[in-house]
C-alpha cells in the first residue's frame, strides 16, 4: 500500500493540466471534469473515507470455514444464465471468473463446489463487518452489497495517520479469512471505486483524484452491464476515458444520475451518506458467588438479571423477541439456551416462566460460575392499553403468543407448527408447514372432489383388501414440468370397520396400491 | 321433548335429568345428537372423552359444525383450535373445503414418549384456544382430572380421543361417547353425561 502525500509531487497524481492546444481547450469546458472546481493545492479535504470491500463477501458469508484446498463460487438463483457472481482463489486459479455461467464453470472445473446465493447471510455478514468498523470511528455506513464505508478524517491522529489505520484495519481482518480490499479517499465514492479497483490506495486530497481516473476501470462503478457495454463501444475502459466525455451528452444518454455520482465520488457534489446504526442490546454478566450445580441454585441470579432486563426495557419503552442465556462455566464453551418469542415481551414474567421451562430441561454439563444474558435488537413497543375493552383483546392476544411459547420451549420449536392450503393439483403439495397463524386463508371451491382430513406423511403400500369397496376413480396428473410429476387414480374406500380411506394406484396401472389418507 | 312417558307422568313428578340444568353448549350440528345431549350440543368448558375402534371413523366429521362455530366466534381475538398428537397431519385443504380457517389451526406433535396430557392441559387453560382435539393412548385417573379443572378454567371445550379399550374405566369426562362406523353413518353410544342419561344414537349421517 502507497500513500500519496498532499506533499508529493508526483505528476501522475497532480490534477489533470487542461491541455493548452486550442482543439482541446474548446472541448475542456464541456468534459466531464469541469475544470474550475479544483480546490487550492494543499489544501486537506474534510472529511476523508475508509471503504472496506469484500469481493468474495457472497460466499464467504456462506462457507466461513471452507478449506482453500476445494474451488468453491456461489451463484445467483434468480439469475437464469446462473452466473458465477464469485468464487475462491482456488478456482480462479483454474479458470473461473465471475460472470461465467455455470454451465462452463462446470465444464472448466467439474468439481467445482456450487452453492446458491443467500442475500440474508450477506447481510448478516456486512451488519458484523459494520460492527468491525466502528472500532476507527462512530460514522460506519453500509453499501450493500459488499462495501463497508467509515468516516475516519478525525480518528487518524488517534491511529498515527491514514496508512496506519489501514494497516491496522487488514491486520484486524486478517484472522476473519475475509478477502478484504482497503483504501482511503477525501470523498465516499471514490473511496468505493479504489477500494473495489483494489488498487490498496491511500488519497487525502481531492485534487489527486483526477490523476488516479487513469487506473481505475469502469467496472469499479458497478453500473448496469448494459451500461458498461455502451460506453466500452465507445471505447471507453477506464474513469481516465470516461471522464473527458462531454457532460451534457453524458447525461442525456446515460441519465443525470450517473453524472451526479462520478461528480460526487470526485467531490464536485457532496454525497450525504445514510449513518448504520447498531442496534442497542442488553447484554450483562452475573459472576456466582458460589458455584451452582442444579438449575435450581442458578433462579436467584437468573432473577437478578431479568430484574435488570427488566427496568432496561422499561426505561426505553421497548421490548425483545428474543434472547440468548449463557451458562458459564469454569474450563469449557458455555452452554447457550435460546429463547424465541412469538410476541414481544417488554417485562420479565413470560421469559421468567420459559426460561423456567428450559432449564428445566437443559442437564447441566458442569458446574456453572457466571450467568450471561444477552437480549435480541429491541423492538419499540406501544404502552400498555389503559381502556378496559382494549385490555380485553390484548389479554386474548397475549394468551395465545404465550400458549405458543410454553409448548415450544417444552418441545421444541418444530413440534408446534400451523398448515396452510397451498393451490396446487397434486394432494402430497397442496398445504404446506407455516408459523403458527400463518399464511392467509384461501377460498377453497366447496365442489372441489372430496379430500381426506387427515394425510399420511408418505403414501403407504396398501394390501389389505378383505371386504373393501371402492368408488372412483378421481385422476390427478399433473407436475411433469418440475420433475415430480403424478400420474394416479385416487378411490375412495370402505373398509369393513367403517373407515373412510384414499387410496390411489399410479397410471399405466400396475399391481400397487397406496393408501394416502383418512377422511376421519 | 316429546317423550310419551313424559306425557303420561305429567308435569306432576319429578324427573332427574331434566331438572339439572346441563352445562352451556354448542350445538353438534346433527339435531339427532343434540336431543340426546343435555345443554343441546357439546359441553363448553369441559372436556368430551370420545372413544374409537381406530382413527378415522369419521371422529373429526363428527366435529366439524361445531368447530366452525366455535371458530368463527370472537372474530375480534382470534383463538387456536388446537390439534394436539394427532394420529396424522390434519389435511389443510380438506380443512379449507369444510369451511374451516386453515391459519388458525395449531398442530402440535410431540416426540415419542412425551407427557401429551401435559401438552393438552396447557393448551385447555391457556384462554387461548376455542376447541382443543387431543389424542392419547394412556391417561392416568389425575392427569384425567387435571385435563377437567383444565377445561374449566381456561373455558374451552376439549376433545380426547382414546381408544375403545378404555370403555369401562371409570373417567371424570363429563361426556363419553362411543362410536361404531357403518356405510350409512356412525353409531353414537354415550356411555356417560353430565346432566344426562346415557342413550344412543343410531347410523347418524356424518359427511
Redesign the interface.
Known sequence: MREERPADPAPALAPAPLPASAPAARRAPLALVPPRAAPAAGIAARELWLAAHFARLPLEALLPQTSPARAAAVIDAGDPRRAVVCCNERAARQGIVPGMALAGALARVPGLRVEERQPAAEAALLDRLARWALQFTPMVSLEPPATVLAEVRGSLDLFGGAMALCRRGLSSLSGSGLGASLAIAPTPRAALWLARAGLGLTVTRTDALPGLAARLPLACLQWPAETVAALAELGIRNLAELLRLPRAGFAARFGPQRLDELDAGLGRRPEPRRRHLVPERFDERLALSCEAVTAAALQPALERLLANLEAFLRARACGISGMRLDLLHRARVPTRLRLALARAASDAGPLRELLRERLARCPLPASVTGLRLRSAALLPQAPRAASLLER??SA??E??A???D??RA???RQ????????AEHR?ER???IVE???????????S?P????????EPQPFADWDGV?ISGPERIETGWWDGHDVRRDYYVA?TR?????WIFRERPPGDGWFLH???? | MTDPLAALLGPRLWRGGGATPGPAAVSTGFRRLDERLPGGGWPRAALTEILVPEAGVGEIRLLLPALRTLAAERPEAPRWIAWLAPPHLPYAPALAAAGLDSSRMLVVRPQAGFDRLWVMEQALGSGACAAVLGWAETAGDTAMRRLVLAAEEGQAPGFLFRPLCHRDEPSPAALRLLLRAHDDGLDIEILKCRGGMPARVDRLPVH
Open positions: 380485553g383483546r386474548d392476544l394468551a395465545t404465550r400458549l405458543l410454553r409448548l417444552r418441545l421444541g413440534a408446534v407448527f400451523g398448515v396452510r392450503p397451498v394432494p397442496a398445504w404446506r403458527p397463524g400463518g399464511g392467509t386463508a384461501i377460498l377453497w371451491p366447496a372441489a372430496p379430500r381426506p382430513l387427515w394425510m399420511l406423511a369397496q370402505w370397520a367403517g373407515v373412510r380411506l389418507g383418512v377422511f376421519g
